[in-house]
């Protein structure tokens, strides 16, 4: 049977909660060297280990969505599942990412080994968690068939000019997020956006919890203290293309690593993530059979569902189209779901 091509898609921060402790111990077991490593890594700096973080009796949301504990666990699981994923079934023809997840990617692509990644995560999910600079809030602009609701993009936009004519407001977009959008700001700012936004779906608008002001220009001194304190010399040539926040592919065979590093550490930090142009570039690039969204956590399911709608992919108009297609032929797997992730590992 021929294999199939895959998309490879890592994880951000929020996606380790309640449902996924001990993710590590029930999917992983078989990776106590990468899982050691980590503990080594974390005790040497001082910090709870991932296998306590995941071993804890009871999950924490004070604890568990610290960004210098969760960024590092959700990197543990997510390189885990990575390389559980089974290439005898698969052929892997790109990596790309969800903000954090970026970081991770470069880990699964090849351009930076399993230390420095862990070391790039850990770094800066703990100088995001000492600064805690700004906040975050998700959004929607699309109905709850995942279709696009005409203008709404616009008003946002326009609703983001008047708050930041507010005095001592700064809000920006953070991440285009398939049918979503993350606002970054400071609290002054998102708390005048809460308060301007209609509820829709009875869930939105929503803070993200121990969410700093990620991919903003209030980011600038987490990301001069990142291209000061990183060298470009830890990146290697990636053994699978990238594909990064702006929708642009890093070649293994043409990617500098002096280049790779300032956008690492310069433009991906301080600047908006474009999750949806990653996607469809990765989708009009290199026409993979099916995507394969990494755990821990199933929330990046609906954004890469309308990352792909909003491209019309496989002829998908809608959710219901979507479902659909899941049904006859599934071009989604998600790792974090146990059905979808015993077809993939």
């Given at each position: 049977m021929?294999?199939k091509?895959?998309?490879v898609v890592a994880?951000?921060?929020g996606t380790?909660n309640k449902?996924e402790?001990?993710?590590?111990?029930?999917?992983?077991?078989?990776k106590?060297?990468?899982?050691?490593?980590?503990?080594k890594?974390?005790?040497?700096?001082?910090?709870?280990t991932?296998?306590d973080?995941?071993?804890?009796?009871?999950?924490a949301?004070?604890e568990?969505?610290?960004?210098?504990?969760?960024?590092?666990?959700?990197?543990?699981?997510?390189?885990?599942d990575?390389?559980?994923?089974?290439?005898?079934?698969?052929?892997?023809v790109?990596v790309?990412?969800?903000?954090m997840?970026w970081?991770?990617?470069l880990?699964c692509?090849?351009?930076?080994?399993?230390h420095?990644?862990?070391?790039?995560?850990?770094?800066m999910?703990?100088?995001?968690?000492?600064?805690?600079?700004g906040?975050q809030l998700i959004?929607?602009?699309?109905?709850?068939?995942w279709?696009?609701i005409?203008?709404?993009?616009d008003?946002?936009?326009t609703?983001?000019d008047?708050?930041?004519?507010?005095?001592?407001?700064d809000?920006?977009?953070s991440?285009?997020?398939?049918?979503?959008i993350?606002?970054?700001?400071n609290?002054?700012?998102?708390k005048?956006l809460?308060?301007?936004l209609d509820?829709?779906?009875?869930?939105?608008p929503?803070?993200l919890?121990?969410?700093?002001?990620f991919h903003?220009p209030?980011?600038?001194?987490i990301?001069?203290?990142?291209?000061?304190?990183?060298?470009?010399?830890?990146?290697?040539?990636?053994?699978?293309p990238?594909i990064?926040?702006?929708g642009?592919?890093w070649?293994?065979?043409?990617?500098?690593p002096?280049?790779?590093?300032d956008?690492?550490?310069g433009?991906?930090?301080v600047?908006?993530?474009d999750f949806?142009s990653a996607?469809?570039?990765?989708m009009?690039?290199?026409?993979?059979?099916?995507v394969?969204?990494?755990?821990?956590?199933t929330?990046?399911g609906?954004?890469i569902?309308?990352?792909l709608?909003q491209?019309?992919?496989m002829?998908?108009h809608?959710k219901?189209?979507f479902i659909?297609?899941q049904?006859?032929?599934?071009?989604?797997y998600?790792?974090?779901m146990?059905?979808?992730r015993?077809l993939?590992?």
């Open positions: 021929p294999k091509t895959a998309l994880p951000g921060r380790y449902d402790l001990g993710y590590l111990k029930r999917h992983h077991s078989d106590k060297d990468l899982i050691a490593m980590a503990d890594y974390r005790q040497g700096k001082g910090q709870t991932i296998s973080l995941d071993g804890a009796d009871a999950f949301l004070k568990h969505t610290r960004g210098d504990n969760a960024s590092p666990l959700i990197y543990t699981c997510a390189y885990a990575f390389l559980s994923i089974d290439r005898d079934k698969f052929d892997i790109a790309t990412g969800n903000s997840g970081y991770i990617a880990g692509g090849g351009a930076l080994d399993e420095n990644t862990l070391d790039v995560i850990n770094t999910g703990t100088w995001m968690q000492e600064s805690l600079i906040g959004y929607t602009c699309v109905d709850e068939n279709v696009m005409d203008g709404k993009r008003e946002l936009n609703l983001i008047k708050i930041n004519e507010m005095d001592g407001c809000c920006y977009l991440i285009d997020l398939g049918g979503m993350v606002f970054g700001g609290d002054k700012a998102l005048e809460e308060k301007s509820v829709m779906q009875e869930r939105f929503f803070r919890v121990n969410h700093a002001a903003t209030l980011q600038q001194p990301s001069q203290k990142a291209l000061d304190h990183f060298n470009p010399s830890m990146f290697r040539r990636a053994q699978h990238l990064d926040g702006r642009h592919i070649s293994p065979y043409s990617t500098d002096s280049d790779i590093c956008y690492t550490f433009h991906q930090v600047a908006p993530y949806t996607i469809q570039v990765g009009k690039e290199f026409a993979p059979d099916c394969i969204c990494l755990g821990p956590g929330t990046l609906g954004a569902a309308q990352s709608i491209i019309k992919w002829d998908m809608s219901d189209d659909k297609q049904k006859s032929a599934p071009i989604l998600s790792m974090g146990d059905d979808q015993k993939v590992a």
